[in-house]
């Protein structure tokens, strides 16, 4: 066979190779003049911008002069791709595809839409551009993906710099990644800058309470703490917080950081140190009181809890007294009176003169009564004071 003839159908071979590569190429492929005139479009971008190929082929169709791609500036792009022959690649928000409707061009209306965008220069052996293919792609998903995925990350960092208890994301070595400015305030920083500098693991805030000590308590499978304690603001003095913590780890298990809230509960600790004292107190008070003391429920008439001149008076012991009800100090005789009295007694306090009591030896003393009403580990009750005037 001749070689002239051998070259042609090598030559048809690769032209019909790449005729259906063009065809059947999942990518938004046309190919322009070196002038920017349509030559070509395959199937795939007349699906994508909905545009028949008799409607833009041949000298219809002119890149250049395409409205919407003038508003974009794109016009800049390419004749940097036709004058200096380099490939460029772009993205941008059409409300159509590649054609206008001022062209007249039967184009189906879609909605704004995004598209990436590569042009390729093709030229012949002496350099002299032959044509420019573009290849476009519908990445308007995509585009809302991230969209969305900033609006979260926008409302996500508000949340983070505006909320009132103090946030952190520390990692096991001891960077401060992120710190909001509740927490920086809380610890007497100006900003949350000059919080993130210091490192937990030479510098905490817990005198008591070591980094490794911290680290310790998310060993296993313990992802999650939840502890009180003291930390030492910039200026020396002392905070009570509730910190909780979780462990973030990567697929292994091990930990990539610590998300971490603070709460200042100082107020609520001092109120709770200032309540245990009170109590403390009145628990003396109540405890070495020379005159017998009890407290009852007022539903159920039980001791709740007596004084020690209580059990020294009437004979009884604590564990007794406990296990019995105002009732069982009282002569039968007096036991309705008694009732009555406790369901026609408004005032919450209280003096009652000329009662019987009866002690463990069966003896009656007469007793002056001074009770008021409170409330006792959650129940209603009674603080008695009993004074014998036998």
């Not at 026609?344 to 009656?364: G, P, V």
């Not at 009564?369 to 129940?379: A, M, N, P, R």
Request: charged share 30%; with cysteine; proline share 2%.
């Amino acid at each position: 066979m001749p070689l002239k003839k051998i070259i042609k159908e090598e030559l048809e071979k690769q032209k019909s190779f790449f005729e259906q590569m063009f065809l059947q190429s999942a990518t938004s492929t046309q190919i322009l003049d070196k002038d920017g005139w349509c030559l070509r479009i395959n199937p795939k971008l007349s699906e994508l911008f909905g545009v028949k190929p008799e409607h833009i082929e041949g000298h219809v169709y002119n890149i250049f002069k395409d409205e919407e791609i003038k508003r974009n500036g794109i016009d800049k792009i390419l004749e940097q791709v036709f004058r200096e022959k380099q490939t460029a690649s772009w993205e941008v928000h059409f409300d159509l595809g590649i054609a206008s409707e001022s062209q007249a061009i039967e184009i189906k209306k879609k909605k704004k839409a995004w598209y990436s965008n590569k042009a390729y220069p093709i030229v012949d052996q002496n350099g002299e551009l032959l044509y420019v293919i573009i290849q476009h792609e519908d990445i308007t998903e995509r585009k809302h993906s991230e969209e969305a995925q900033r609006e979260s990350e926008g409302q996500f960092r508000s949340l983070f710099e505006n909320a009132i208890l103090g946030l952190y994301r520390t990692t096991p070595d001891g960077r401060i990644l992120k710190v909001n400015q509740a927490l920086s305030k809380m610890l007497g920083y100006s900003s949350m800058e000059e919080l993130a500098r210091r490192n937990l693991e030479k510098e905490g805030f817990h005198p008591n309470y070591s980094r490794s000590s911290f680290k310790s308590k998310f060993q296993g499978d313990n992802d999650f703490i939840n502890i009180e304690s003291a930390w030492i603001k910039t200026d020396g003095s002392t905070i009570f917080v509730r910190e909780n913590a979780k462990a973030v780890r990567d697929h292994s298990g091990a930990v990539l950081y610590y998300d971490g809230t603070v709460e200042d509960i100082t107020e609520r600790k001092r109120a709770e140190e200032t309540l245990m004292q009170s109590e403390k107190k009145y628990r003396l008070l109540f405890e070495n009181n020379p005159l017998p003391m009890w407290i009852y429920d007022l539903k159920t008439l039980k001791f709740l809890e007596v004084n020690k001149a209580a059990v020294k008076s009437y004979g009884y012991s604590r564990e007794e007294f406990l296990n019995m009800t105002i009732k069982d100090i009282r002569p039968e005789s007096d036991v309705q009176a008694l009732l009555e009295n406790v369901v026609n007694t408004r005032t919450d306090y209280n003096i009652s003169r000329n009662w019987k009591h009866m002690k463990k030896s069966a003896e009656i003393i007469y007793v002056e009564v001074i009770s008021h009403t409170i409330d006792f580990e959650g129940k209603s009750a009674r603080l008695v004071l009993s004074n014998d005037i036998t």
